[in-house]
T-cell receptor, first 111, second 114 residues
Framework: AQSVTQLDSQVPVFEEAPVELRCNYSSSVSVYLFWYVQYPNQGLQLLLKYLSGSTLVKGINGFEAEFNKSQTSFHLRKPSVHISDTAEYFCAVSGPPATTFGRGTSLIVHP | DAGVIQSPRHEVTEMGQEVTLRCKPISGHDYLFWYRQTMMRGLELLIYFNNNVPIDDSGMPEDRFSAKMPNASFSTLKIQPSEPRDSAVYFC????????????FGPGTRLTVL
């Protein structure tokens, strides 16, 4: 069985400040990790993914995440956020049988 | 590519009525997923198909829910009879694989049962 825990349900931040959204996972098999973003009234879309190789993964819109096997974490970061980054962010772990999504973190960027 | 297409985008119905949600996956994707999203429970996987065959329906809440995939380009999720607690956003997603492939989500159907 696999599970994902997103430690913060809501993260408020001011525009141009850095942000980190935290994600911890558990899995008994090989780990494939994803971050998805959901803008209001839209479906989820992929931000980035870790399959293997370098533990630092770069995604779209300036986001990056670091895979830490010893801490079973896959935190998402951005050095400077924009108003348009306001959205719901989902961490996910994929492995048999299917993908498990976290509960989501609402990123709220204030001007 | 048009992406995953869902219809209708919004559905308002009365308790007891039958509701049918529709999905057209991305061509060439072998996997199709149905999810339900609510504030209380987050994103829940209801059922998924591989090559039109239902593989895991353990997330379907009860017998009132059923899903079919008659061909590679069409799937339906049916609720009969509908209840107010079924109110949620229902997403369809498709993927070329099960594990290390990303899922492509449709825009969702917002269902309100009065």
């Amino acid at each position: 069985a696999q599970s994902v825990t997103q430690l913060d349900s809501q993260v408020p931040v001011f525009e141009e400040a850095p942000v980190e959204l935290r994600c911890n996972y558990s899995s008994s098999v090989s780990v494939y990790l994803f971050w998805y973003v959901q803008y209001p009234n839209q479906g989820l879309q992929l931000l980035l993914k870790y399959l293997s190789g370098s533990t630092l993964v770069k995604g779209i819109n300036g986001f990056e995440a670091e895979f830490n096997k010893s801490q079973t974490s896959f935190h998402l970061r951005k050095p400077s956020v924009h108003i348009s980054d306001t959205a719901e962010y989902f961490c996910a772990v994929s492995g048999p049988p299917a993908t498990t999504f976290g509960r989501g973190t609402s990123l709220i960027v204030h001007p | 590519d048009a992406g995953v297409i869902q219809s209708p985008r919004h559905e308002v119905t009365e308790m007891g009525q039958e509701v049918t949600l529709r999905c057209k996956p991305i061509s060439g994707h072998d996997y199709l997923f149905w999810y339900r999203q609510t504030m209380m429970r987050g994103l829940e996987l209801l059922i998924y198909f591989n090559n039109n065959v239902p593989i895991d329906d353990s997330g379907m809440p009860e017998d009132r829910f059923s899903a079919k995939m008659p061909n590679a380009s069409f799937s339906t999720l049916k609720i009969q009879p509908s209840e107010p607690r079924d109110s949620a956003v229902y997403f369809c997603a498709s993927s070329p694989g099960l594990t290390y492939n990303e899922q492509f989500f449709g825009p969702g159907t917002r269902l309100t049962v009065l």
